[in-house]
């Protein structure tokens, strides 16, 4: 079986589908060659306009980044085995001397027409890195969790500067950053004296889950509805910590096709007694 073809063998297990809930994102590196990577960054640089949407008419080699093997399980895991590419994309251009954006989510909230899911996933954001990212050039940064408070506090979190837990998406050319679409997230500025490319993708769910579409072990779902509800809500919102763990719930419920986090009530707070965080 060539690479190509044997997407279903980086379909995610249970840990990594638990672990995108919680935080929102999946940092991923795609494999592509440097000289993919660097190719793709040269044509990007030879181009007189911004193509919007036809980014992949002005760039076909991003196929070997969106059709990438690696890629493909982890958005099949996520989004089921149907997903399909949306026809909204975009290139983010971001030169030396940029300033960073405000926190945004990309998700338009438009219940007729686009409602936010804190429970489920429906969309999700890729954004590819040609060249390498570090502190210097414009990283993105994210805030962790954001997803599932979906709709809450929004001129307030738009107005922010740092976040305590936010993450500064350092990674090297070839990795992908993929996204719940209501993450709240920002570009940031860039002081390298060099251009610092992302290429944004849109996926959508094509249909309901009716079985989990990653690589589930039943035997572990006690074991990851104690995760889901164990993990800290990275200082966001803590007040709002119960409403944070039924969304987690509720989205692996979604995403599984069936009610398999265990719902019926058990005494979390029986065992060691609380410590004094570090
Ligand atoms: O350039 C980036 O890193 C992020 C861009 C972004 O979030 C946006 O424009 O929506």
Same mark, same amino acid.
């Given at each position: 079986m060539t690479e190509q073809s044997n997407w279903e063998h980086y379909l995610l297990n249970d840990d990594d589908v638990a672990d995108f809930i919680i935080k929102g994102y999946l940092i991923l !590196?795609? =494999?592509?060659?440097q000289e993919v990577n660097r190719s793709i960054l040269e044509r990007l640089n030879s181009l007189d306009s911004n193509p919007g949407d036809k980014i992949i008419e002005a760039a076909p080699q991003l196929s070997e980044i969106y059709d990438h093997p690696r890629v493909r399980g982890a958005l099949s895991s996520l989004l089921g085995h149907d997903y399909s590419m949306n026809e909204h994309r975009h290139c983010h251009r971001n030169p030396s001397g940029s300033r960073s954006q405000i926190w945004h989510q !990309? &998700? %338009? !909230?438009? &219940?007729?027409l686009h409602p936010r899911h804190d429970k489920h996933v429906h969309q999700l954001l890729m954004m590819y890195y040609p060249q390498d990212v570090n502190k210097l050039n414009g990283p993105t940064a994210l805030i962790p969790g954001t997803h599932l408070l979906s709709n809450q506090a929004r001129d307030r979190t738009a107005s922010? =500067?740092? $976040?305590?837990?936010?993450?500064? @998406?350092e990674v090297p050319a070839g990795h992908v950053l993929i996204l719940h679409y209501d993450i709240w997230h920002a570009g940031t500025a860039n002081s390298s004296g060099n251009i610092r490319y992302m290429i944004k993708f849109l996926f959508d769910r094509v249909s309901e889950s009716t079985?989990?579409?990653?690589?589930?072990?039943? &035997?572990?779902s006690f074991g990851i509805t104690t995760k889901l509800d164990a993990q800290?809500?990275? =200082? %966001?919102? *803590? &007040? %709002?910590g119960d409403r944070i763990r039924i969304n987690r719930r509720e989205m692996w419920n979604n995403l599984s096709g069936s *009610?398999? @986090?265990?719902?019926d009530y058990y !005494?979390? $707070?029986?065992g060691a007694w609380p410590t004094v965080p570090t």
């Open positions: !590196d795609t =494999g592509s060659g !990309d &998700s %338009l !909230d438009i &219940s007729s922010q =500067g740092n $976040f305590k837990y936010q993450v500064i @998406a079985i989990p579409s990653w690589k589930h072990d039943p &035997s572990k800290p809500t990275m =200082g %966001l919102q *803590r &007040s %709002l *009610r398999v @986090a265990i719902e !005494d979390r $707070f029986t």
